[in-house]
């Protein structure tokens, strides 16, 4: 009955401010607030669905995730103050109190309850769901104690907790209207053009240093930089290409923050094709690939070349793994050595044959072109193809590309390692798109996934990430360098490796 009480209480007070909470139409031009550029629209404000980044980035500002990633990317504390671990198979949750939804009503451990539970619902459709399939349940043990209970053990179990918490039984309602207890309330969402945010003065961890944030929609780069120059728009993050942010830069009219990231560009080689089941095939493309080149001519130095898929900010990084500097004549020498000899000398013939799929982005249909080079001096023929998005990944998840280009985003904890290369882990069930098997490495990530503590962990992952390092079912590429522009009277960004959002909380606005 509580449940269902709150569920209406929530549904009536969204269609209240859907009326009379909007404060007008202000916020859209009121100069005390925020306007910051994004590309696209939002997809789904309730965080329990809602994937895309730029739903997560409104996520990010209007709820409160129960723990939190560190500058280290290790779990911190949210609305949680502390997490315990008395066993192996038990966390237990001890929620701050006095913590409030922009409803007025305290969240509680029925609330982290609720939220969870619904990814134990067998009706309920989350691309989520997968995270949690190692939690047997979640129970309150009072108002404020939540207990996590799981079916085997599970090191990494602490990341899924990194999780914004929804009222308890606000069911579809958070979908169009999100009521979280994050630094801003929502206000309105006017379709393809702007999502408008007031600061929350019942905010748990004080009040924001404006009035509010509008996220404005512009999906064209060029009008994104017109919007920044004319002052109509205060800040953007990540929303700008190297080459348009170099000449923002240069003009000298804008300022421009930098901070390590941790997405993360490489090339995957399906393993089961015959040519690149052969490890030298490929180590001599990751020998042929020029790093250095695409980092700084293509990224304009906004990357870092790249080692593997944890950047050297995440806790468990390994920096001492195989790499493969750019050497051409190692390069031919591998192929060599797995029957692929220069058939014509220095003359046309290839010494074999490849394609390289990739999305029609300009950037990534630039880089591809770039690599078709980089190859074609080691002697491989590279055919690259580019298709709508849609159509890329598709192939991508079903197997039907030899190598292909992608990015992964907000890699945190190194159990990616065991989603993306473990043998069981291929699709549809997980990350393995490339088809790769290693014994050593399966057996090594089971060993960290029932570890209990990340000491332990982290023996096992280093090695792990030695072993991948050296067999090469991705070529590393760079790590993406953040990248905020913003006029001269904002004040008071910190870029995090994520990019989250929640830190524009800490940003004045001032006075042109």
């Given amino acids: 009955m509580r449940r269902a009480g709150r569920a209406l209480g929530v549904a009536l007070w969204a269609l209240t401010c859907a009326a009379g909470c909007t404060r007008s139409r202000a916020t859209a031009t009121d100069p005390s607030y925020l306007s910051v550029i994004v590309r696209q629209s939002p997809l789904n404000f309730d965080p329990r669905v809602g994937t895309d980044e730029i739903s997560q980035r409104v996520h990010e500002l209007v709820y409160s995730r129960l723990m939190v990633n560190d500058e280290h990317l290790r779990v911190a504390p949210g609305v949680?103050?502390?997490?315990?671990?008395p066993d192996p198979l038990t966390y237990v949750a001890h929620l701050r109190?006095?913590?409030r939804f922009h409803d007025g009503h305290e969240l509680t451990a029925s609330d982290v309850v609720y939220t969870f539970e619904s990814f134990l619902d067998p009706d309920f459709v989350s691309p989520r769901k997968g995270a949690y399939r190692m939690l047997a349940s979640v129970t309150a043990l009072d108002d404020y104690t939540v207990r996590f209970t799981l079916k085997e053990p599970f090191g990494s179990f602490p990341i899924q907790l990194v999780m914004p918490i929804v009222p308890a039984g606000a069911g579809d309602s958070l979908r169009a209207f999100p009521?979280?207890?994050?630094?801003?309330?929502?206000?309105?969402?006017?379709?393809?053009?702007?999502?408008?945010?007031s600061a929350y003065e019942g905010y748990w961890d004080g009040l924001p240093l404006n009035a509010g944030v509008v996220l404005k929609i512009v999906p064209d780069e060029t009008m994104r930089a017109l919007e920044l120059r004319k002052g109509t728009a205060d800040l953007t993050v990540n929303d700008v290409s190297p080459d348009i942010a170099y000449e923002l830069q240069r003009r000298g009219e804008?300022?421009?923050?930098?901070?390590?990231g941790v997405d993360y560009t490489y090339i995957g080689l399906n393993l089961r094709?015959?040519?690149?089941?052969?490890?030298?095939?490929?180590?001599?493309?990751?020998?042929?690939?020029?790093?250095?080149?695409?980092v700084k001519y293509l990224r304009r130095g906004l990357a870092t070349p790249a080692v593997g898929i944890l950047s050297p900010v995440a806790w468990a990084f390994e920096p001492?793994?195989?790499?493969?500097?750019?050497?051409?004549?190692?390069?031919?020498?591998?192929?060599?050595?797995?029957?692929?000899?220069?058939?014509d000398g220095d003359g046309p013939r290839p010494r074999l044959r490849l394609s390289l799929k990739t999305s029609t982005d300009e950037f990534y249909r630039l880089q591809a072109t770039v690599l078709q080079q980089n190859l074609r001096q080691a002697g491989i023929d590279v055919d690259v193809r580019s298709y709508e998005f849609a159509t890329f990944y598709a192939d991508v998840l079903s197997g039907n590309a030899q190598m292909y280009t992608?990015?992964?985003?907000?890699?945190?904890?190194?159990?990616?390692?065991?989603?993306?290369?473990?043998?069981?882990?291929?699709?549809?069930?997980?990350?393995?798109?490339?088809?790769y098997r290693n014994p050593d490495v399966d057996r090594l990530i089971d060993l960290a996934t029932r570890a209990t503590t990340d000491e332990e962990r982290l023996t096992y992952y280093?090695?792990?990430?030695?072993?991948?390092?050296?067999?090469?079912?991705?070529?590393?590429?760079?790590?993406?360098?953040?990248?905020?522009?913003?006029?001269?009277?904002?004040?008071?960004?910190?870029?995090?490796a994520q990019a989250d959002f929640l830190g524009l909380k800490d940003v004045r606005k001032g006075t042109d």
């Fill in 462 to 496: 280093r090695r792990v990430q030695a072993i991948v390092a050296e067999d090469v079912p991705y070529v590393s590429l760079w790590y993406k360098t953040n990248i905020a522009v913003m006029r001269p009277n904002v004040s008071g960004l910190r870029l995090t």
């Fill in 406 to 435: 992608l990015q992964w985003v907000g890699v945190t904890d190194p159990d990616m390692l065991r989603r993306v290369f473990h043998s069981e882990q291929v699709p549809p069930v997980g990350f393995n798109r490339t088809y």
């Fill in 97 to 99: 109190h006095g913590v």
């Fill in 273 to 294: 094709d015959p040519v690149l089941a052969d490890r030298r095939v490929r180590q001599a493309i990751a020998h042929a690939v020029d790093r250095d080149a695409i």
């Fill in 320 to 343: 001492s793994v195989p790499q493969f500097a750019h050497d051409v004549a190692r390069a031919k020498a591998l192929l060599d050595e797995a029957g692929y000899p220069d058939p």
């Fill in 179 to 197: 009521i979280g207890t994050g630094p801003y309330r929502f206000v309105r969402y006017l379709p393809d053009e702007q999502v408008e945010l």
């Fill in 254 to 260: 804008l300022h421009i923050t930098e901070a390590r």
């Fill in 80 to 85: 949680a103050a502390r997490l315990d671990n």
